[in-house]
């Protein structure tokens, strides 16, 4: 899945049971995903250091972010959780946290979300709800929160998981880029249009990290830019960059938040084993 930082310091973006009904929504049956995925169920926490801060107004910035994915018998089920706390000249003390949960169906076609975003304890914002996709990619979002409405989704629209298997696959083929928008429910006005660079892609084994079970997969580098599709402007509303490994794990992060820039490192890392499911459960 795409790990998506915040637009900028004051108003973050996120990014079971399983989640659609913790959401309070009902849970649409999955259909099993074409191809199989390479992706794995993971469990990660990044450190989050400060390494850039534009004009020099952030003096201090620290955090932690947790990451999952699991593969369940239904889907996909995603949870993270941006914890930072930092020093500004204007504004002082501030510690932000977003929270972001998320169901996507086996097949990429069905996503319940919900994200909750506060600063020094006070919430800025939720947004929750529901989409679905057809075959072409074009579909619905239907928002709960912060306001009931219906919006239409691109044709070529891509939730989170799949942008991110997506995403492997073009650097697998040796392609540079990929242009899709991408809807992960973390915004109340629809998708975005990203612009992902594939930098470069390795054969194992990578030996320049310490955990065995990547040393063995393929890896490469990714700069995405994300732009505001109502905007018209060539300027992306921000960027980040990570080096992916071919089972979808990430264990360097690059985060723009406008204001100032971090860098996180993978500091634990996890990978449950993959559910044994009947094909009645799978569908």
Known sequence: MT???????????????????????L????????????????????????????????LSATGHMSYSVLKTCLGWSSHQRLDIQSVTRKQGEEHLLSDYAAQESLDGRHLTFKSQETRNGKLLRVVSGEASLTPDGSGVVQYRQPLAKTLHLPVGTLFPVTH????????????????TPLFDGTLPDGPED???????????PTGNTPYQPLQKLASGHVHIAFYDRNAHTMMPEYEMGMRYF?????????LDFGDFKMQGTLSTLDLPPTPTCTQDTAH
């Open 3 to 25: 790990i998506r930082p915040p637009r900028h310091q004051t108003a973050l973006l996120a990014t079971f049971a399983p989640v659609c009904l913790a959401l309070g929504l």
């Open 27 to 58: 849970c649409p049956p999955a259909r099993a995903a074409t191809p199989p995925s390479p992706l794995v169920s993971q469990q990660a926490v990044y450190d989050l250091g400060l390494v850039e801060a534009a004009g020099g107004q952030t």
């Open 164 to 179: 991110t298997a997506r995403i492997l696959s073009a650097a697998r083929l040796g392609e540079k880029d990929l242009t």
């Open 194 to 204: 990203t612009y992902v660079t594939l930098l470069t892609w390795s054969p194992p």
């Open 246 to 254: 071919a089972n979808g794990v990430s264990d360097q992060l690059h």
